[in-house]
Nanobody, 122 residues
Framework: QVQLVESGGGLVQAGGSLRLSCIYSGHTNDRVVVAWFRQVPGKEREFVATISARGTNTIEADSVKGRFSVSRDNPNNTVYLQMNDLKHEDAAVYYC???????????????WGQGTQVTVSS
């Protein structure tokens, strides 16, 4: 089981930037795929971005492509989500998740963090 802890959320003005961090630990063996999802009350969890175990491949959702980027620092067991040009519709609780399959589907991720809130103001 992998444990994940997100940080870096907060209040930001529209057009601003935030960087989220996800520190993972546990039985990872450096083979863990990590993804970011987000959720607002009353809506399904939405895929944001995913990065392969070695960091060589990424997928970003169309809604964030060109504004968000995902990266990782494997020696420090950390995955980042850099969010630029934030819009009101980006406001959500952001979760990182770990799994063994490079995917954008929540089904393939069996370990989840507790989430970090991102709020975008006018």
């Amino acid at each position: 089981q992998v444990q994940l802890v997100e940080s870096g959320g907060g209040l930001v003005q529209a057009g601003g930037s935030l960087r989220l961090s996800c520190i993972y630990s546990g039985h990872t063996n450096d083979r863990v795929v990590v993804a970011w999802f987000r959720q607002v009350p009353g809506k399904e969890r939405e895929f944001v971005a995913t990065i392969s175990a070695r960091g060589t491949n990424t997928i970003e959702a169309d809604s964030v492509k060109g504004r968000f980027s995902v990266s990782r620092d494997n020696p420090n067991n950390t995955v980042y989500l850099q969010m630029n040009d934030l819009k009101h519709e980006d406001a959500a609780v952001y979760y990182c998740a770990a799994g063994s399959t490079f995917s954008d589907k929540p089904f393939y991720f069996d370990s989840w963090g507790q989430g970090t809130q991102v709020t975008v103001s006018s």
